[in-house]
Nanobody, 119 residues
Framework: QVQLVESGGGLVQAGGSLRLSCVAS????????MGWFRQAPGKEREFVGT????????HYADSVKGRFTISRDNAKNTVYLQMNSLNPEDTAVYYC????????????WGQGTQVTVSS
């Protein structure tokens, strides 16, 4: 089991950058694939990106590819989402999640952090 806590959200102007962090509890953080998701008002939850256990493999949604970067520091039990060139369409609650690498579903979720991008 793992508990996740996101931080780093806030208000940023269009074109700006923001870095989100997600800290996981436990001593088996490196066993999990980590993912980032977001949900905008009135919309379904959207996949943002994922990172492998060692951090060597990442995947991104087309909507954020080239602008967002996921990284992780297993020694700190932390995964990051660096967001650049933000636009108002990026406004959403951002969630981090963890899953066993052999599964397709994320079993553990954080509470989310609000990101608001002003025009």
């Amino acid at each position: 089991q793992v508990q996740l806590v996101e931080s780093g959200g806030g208000l940023v102007q269009a074109g700006g950058s923001l870095r989100l962090s997600c800290v996981a509890s436990g001593r088996t953080f490196s066993n999990y694939v980590m993912g980032w998701f977001r949900q905008a008002p009135g919309k379904e939850r959207e996949f943002v990106g994922t990172i492998s256990r060692s951090g060597g493999i990442t995947h991104y949604a087309d909507s954020v590819k080239g602008r967002f970067t996921i990284s992780r520091d297993n020694a700190k039990n932390t995964v990051y989402l660096q967001m650049n060139s933000l636009n108002p369409e990026d406004t959403a609650v951002y969630y981090c999640a963890a899953r066993d690498p052999i599964k397709t579903t994320y079993d553990y979720w954080g509470q989310g952090t609000q990101v608001t991008v002003s025009s």
